[in-house]
C-alpha cells in the first residue's frame, strides 16, 4: 500500500494539472442565446472592458465555449458558456455551478420558488431582457401552404391534423420537427401553442437539440414542419399566423419587436440581485447597451433599439386609428404590464429610458407623442375602452417624469386584438400600449 501511494499522488496531481481552469463568470442554460449571440456578447464585453487576444478555445462537449482574454496586467479572464437548454440553466444555478443564466423564455414559479434563497429573480435588477425572438413555424421552401392559426398549429404538432391534405395541401403525411425538452424554444411553443390549447407534442415527433440541424432537416423534407427561433429560419419557408381574431401575422422584425406576433418572445440573462460577480454585472450592461443590441441584431434576433416607422392602413383598423396611421409613425415597442397589475413590466420599464431617449435625441418632448392603449374584451365594451386608456395613463405618468408633454391619450379597448382572449397569455399580450410620434 505504502509503495503505491506515491503512484496514486502523482495520477491526482497530474489530473489537477490538466483540469480546466475555474471560469471567471459561468453562463449556463438557452442554446438559442448560447450558440452564437451568447459568445459574441462576451467577447464584444470583453474587448470593451479593455482585453485583448479575445478567442475562443474549442471544447470536447458539444454546445459549450470557453472566451479567454487577457487583461492589461497579463492575467487571463475566461467566460465559459453552456447551452444546453433553458432549464439547464436555472438547474445550474441552484447547484451553484453557473453564475448567469441565459434564458429563452421567462422562469417558472417552480424555477423561482427553488431558487429564492438567491433573492427574488423576476426582480428588475435579476430579470433582463437582452432581446426580442420570434418562433417561426417552418416547411419545406416549396411547401404552397402560406398561413395557418394557432390551433392548427397545435393539431399538427400533437399529431390530431396528420397529413397535408386535412390543411388542403399536397404531399401526404406530415412529419413533424421539434426541439428537445430541455430546450427553451421547445417550452415557449408549448407554452404559447400546445398547453394553452390541451395538447401534448406528438410522440411520433423528431427531436433536435441543435436549431440549426432542425432548419436545415425541415428545408430538406417537403413533408416537414417545424418551429425555430427567428434566425434559425433560413433556407426553409415561413408561415403567417393567426391567434384568435387577430390579422394574419408573418415572423417579421417589426411586429416581433413590438410583441405582437403570435409567437414572439423575449430572451432573457437571470442574474441573482445577490451576485457580487463583475464580470456578470458588465455583460447585463453591455448588452442592455447601444453597441450590445447592435451585436443582438447581427446575429438575426430583433434589437431593442427604438426605430418609428409607418403602419400600414387596414380595413380592422377604427377610423381615427386610420387618421393616425396617415399623420404619425409608431415606434417599435409596445408597453405591456404585469400580470395582474397596473405596474410596467421589466421590460417595459426599461422600454421607457429607451423611448426617452429616443424622444429627447428626435427633439419630440413637448406634445409630439400619442398614447394609444388597448385591452381584452370584457362584458361591457365601455369598461375595456375606460381600463385601455387608463393603461395608457399609466404610462404617461412614467414619461412625464422625464419631461415628456404627451400630445393626447387614446383607448381603444378590445379592437385590434393581436391574441386570442381566451387565456392568460393572450389577455395579456392585448394589454399593451403603444407610441406614435408626430
Not at 125 to 146: K, R, T
Request: glycine letters at 8%; hydrophobic letters at 40%.
Amino acid at each position: 500500500m505504502l509503495r503505491l501511494m506515491p503512484l496514486f499522488l502523482l495520477f491526482v496531481m497530474t489530473h489537477l494539472a490538466c483540469a480546466a481552469p475555474v471560469a471567471d463568470l459561468r453562463i449556463q442554460g438557452s442554446n438559442t442565446i448560447g450558440a452564437s449571440l451568447g459568445p459574441a456578447l462576451v467577447a464584444a464585453m470583453l474587448a470593451e472592458q479593455g482585453l485583448h487576444d479575445i478567442h475562443s478555445v474549442p471544447t470536447t462537449a458539444p454546445n459549450e465555449h470557453n472566451i479567454i482574454g487577457t487583461n492589461a496586467q497579463g492575467q487571463q479572464i475566461r467566460v465559459a458558456v453552456s447551452a444546453h437548454g433553458s432549464g439547464t440553466g436555472f438547474s445550474a444555478l441552484k447547484a451553484g455551478e453557473a453564475d448567469l443564466v441565459a434564458a429563452s423564455r421567462s422562469i417558472t414559479d417552480h424555477e423561482l420558488v427553488q431558487l429564492d434563497p438567491l433573492g427574488d429573480l423576476k426582480s428588475p435588477d435579476a430579470e433582463h431582457v437582452i432581446a426580442i425572438d420570434g418562433l417561426a413555424i417552418i416547411v419545406h421552401p416549396d411547401n404552397p401552404l402560406n398561413q395557418l392559426n394557432t390551433e392548427q398549429v397545435a393539431q399538427i404538432f400533437s399529431g390530431q391534423l396528420s397529413t397535408w391534405e386535412a390543411l388542403g395541401g399536397v404531399g401526404g403525411p406530415i412529419r413533424v420537427y421539434a426541439r428537445d425538452d430541455r430546450s427553451g424554444t421547445y417550452d415557449t411553443f408549448n407554452q404559447l401553442v400546445l398547453s394553452r390549447t390541451g395538447h401534448r407534442l406528438s410522440p411520433q415527433s423528431q427531436r433536435f437539440e441543435s436549431s440549426k440541424q432542425l432548419s436545415e432537416a425541415v428545408s430538406h423534407d417537403p413533408q416537414a414542419i417545424g418551429f425555430i427561433g427567428l434566425p434559425y429560419i433560413r433556407e426553409a419557408k415561413a408561415l403567417a399566423l393567426v391567434d384568435g381574431a387577430s390579422q394574419p401575422m408573418l415572423p417579421l422584425n417589426s411586429l416581433i419587436a413590438s410583441e405582437d406576433y403570435p409567437l414572439s418572445r423575449r430572451l432573457y440573462f437571470y442574474l441573482p440581485p445577490s451576485s457580487n460577480n463583475p464580470w456578470a454585472k458588465a455583460l447585463i450592461n453591455f448588452t442592455q447597451g447601444a453597441h450590445g443590441q447592435a451585436i443582438v441584431s447581427q446575429h438575426g434576433f430583433v434589437a431593442q433599439t427604438v426605430l418609428a416607422s409607418r403602419v400600414l392602413p387596414g380595413p380592422h383598423m377604427p377610423e381615427d386609428y386610420l387618421t393616425l396611421t396617415q399623420q404619425a409613425e409608431r415606434l417599435s415597442v409596445n408597453f405591456r404590464f404585469d400580470e395582474g397589475s397596473a405596474s410596467l413590466d421589466n421590460k417595459a420599464r426599461q422600454d421607457l429610458l429607451r423611448v426617452v431617449a429616443y424622444l429627447n435625441a428626435s427633439d419630440k418632448l413637448n406634445k409630439h407623442v400619442t398614447l394609444v392603449g388597448f385591452g381584452d374584451a370584457k362584458d361591457n365594451p365601455e369598461r375595456a375602452e375606460l381600463l385601455s386608456k387608463l393603461r395608457a395613463m399609466a404610462v404617461r405618468r412614467e414619461l412625464v417624469k422625464s419631461g415628456v408633454v404627451l400630445r393626447e391619450i387614446r383607448g381603444y379597448g378590445a379592437h385590434m386584438p393581436v391574441a386570442a382572449n381566451t387565456e392568460d397569455e393572450g389577455r395579456l399580450k392585448n394589454r399593451r400600449v403603444e407610441v406614435w410620434v408626430y
